[in-house]
């Protein structure tokens, strides 16, 4: 029986161990990921690009995935990806980051990618804070929750960034938490094959700068919380608003065809040659 694991072929040995705090959800990511590539029978990542902003989400990709990755500045993970999209069309463009990089400093990005429809596979990791800067209240935090900014509570209500993505128009949504790695991976294998833009938010545990001012303190405790706040979609569908107040809604919510927008850019150029030449 072979000990080799799956992840091994994809990830840069001399980048391991990875900078993660013990209990991070990163791990389960990256695990949820690979496994999901090594499913639909890549052997190396030779035929994607990965683009990654700032954050410790951002730091999934970057150095550790053995391919072409791209660090960005804050926010500006889409528009780089759509730029390489756009350009190799042929190529898997993924971006993996964080909420404070995709929703509070690239949220406009991403509302327009999924408007437009690029085939991009976007997975959001929603720590629910800024972690990487001391545990900030981000876009992604609950009604609530204790954080550095927040220490009374935060009186904001988080973006629902899946319902927003639905409603802009992306091809494929789901959600999960680190809790649902196994349906997390199917998820992210669903996303890969999808015609257009793809988007999976996973609801990730980071208890150094967030679980511990929630006494939540480790890893073990903060999926403990996923699971018990978890509510699938067919459940909550049969609940009322306030009866879903911060419960985390999981499961895949829409998967639709729409011709992806580079498609029709390339048609668009196809044309204008035509028009030029003749």
């Known amino acids: 029986m072979s000990t080799y694991h799956y992840s091994r072929r994809y990830l840069r040995e001399k980048a391991l161990p990875t900078p993660f705090c013990p209990g991070c959800g990163n791990g389960i ?63 898997n463009v993924v971006v993996i980051s964080g909420d404070g990089d995709l929703i509070n400093i690239g949220g406009n ?77 199917n998820s992210i294998k669903r996303a890969l094959t999808t015609d257009g833009f793809a988007f999976v938010e996973v609801i990730s545990q980071c208890p150094t700068a967030l679980g511990r001012r929630i006494n939540l303190s480790d890893g073990i405790k903060m999926l403990t919380w996923f699971k018990e706040i978890s509510v699938p979609i067919s459940k909550a569908k049969k609940m009322s608003k306030s009866e879903l107040a911060n419960k985390i809604i999981v499961g895949e919510f829409v998967k639709q065809e729409r011709e992806p927008f580079e498609r029709q850019y390339l048609n668009i150029i196809t044309k204008a040659k035509k028009v030029i030449t003749s």
């Open 29 to 91: 990511v990256i695990n949820a990921f690979l496994k999901a590539v090594s499913e639909l029978g890549y052997t190396d990542l030779k035929d994607f690009v990965f683009v990654s902003g700032i954050g410790c989400g951002a730091w999934i990709i970057s150095p550790h995935f053995n391919a072409d990755t791209i660090h960005v500045t804050h926010g500006r993970a889409i528009p780089v990806a759509t730029g390489v999209k756009l350009m190799r069309p042929d190529l």
């Open 109 to 185: 990005h991403l509302i327009h990618a999924a408007r437009r429809n690029i085939g991009l596979k976007v997975i959001l990791v929603n720590n629910m804070t800024f972690g990487m800067t001391g545990g900030q209240a981000s876009a992604g935090t609950l009604h609530g929750l204790k954080t550095t900014t927040t220490p009374y509570g935060n009186i904001e209500h988080p973006f629902d960034i899946s319902q927003l993505m639905i409603a802009a128009g992306a091809s494929y949504v789901a959600r999960w938490t680190t809790y649902h790695m196994l349906p997390l991976a």
